[in-house]
């Protein structure tokens, strides 16, 4: 029932900026927290960042912080990810992932946390 769908990658050169969006349908979209998560080739998954259903709330991985925003619409029960500063590490898979429970947000830096995946999008960074 849960469907995610991510757009916005591409390529662009280090320093440049990307917004990433994630459409969702199936449910009630503003009762859950929501994350990004992203995969280099020969690398673990790694978090991003996170935001609790209200949206008052963030995770920040450690490698994007003051860098990359999460947020989210509920009306348009839509997530989003703008990238600033563009590093070629930032390059891989990016993934939009959502939990089946709601109004949890305590363990959301964990991939464990969420039962739904995206397909996800491709982000190439050029230095």
């Known amino acids: 029932q849960v469907q995610l769908v991510e757009s916005g990658g591409g390529m662009v050169q280090a320093g440049g900026s990307l917004r990433l969006s994630c459409a969702t349908s199936?449910?009630?979209?503003?009762?859950?927290?929501m994350g990004w998560f992203r995969q280099a080739p020969g690398k673990e998954r790694e978090f991003v960042a996170a935001i609790s259903w209200t949206g008052d709330n963030e995770y920040y991985g450690d490698s994007v912080l003051d860098r990359f925003t999460i947020s989210r619409d509920n009306a348009k029960t839509t997530l989003y990810l703008r990238m600033n500063k563009l590093k070629p590490d930032d390059t891989g898979v990016y993934y939009c992932a959502a939990p089946s429970r709601p109004k949890m947000f305590a363990r959301a830096t964990m991939a464990s946390f969420y039962n739904y995946w995206g397909q996800g999008t491709q982000v190439t960074v050029s230095s």
């Open positions: 199936g449910r009630t979209f503003s009762d859950y927290s």
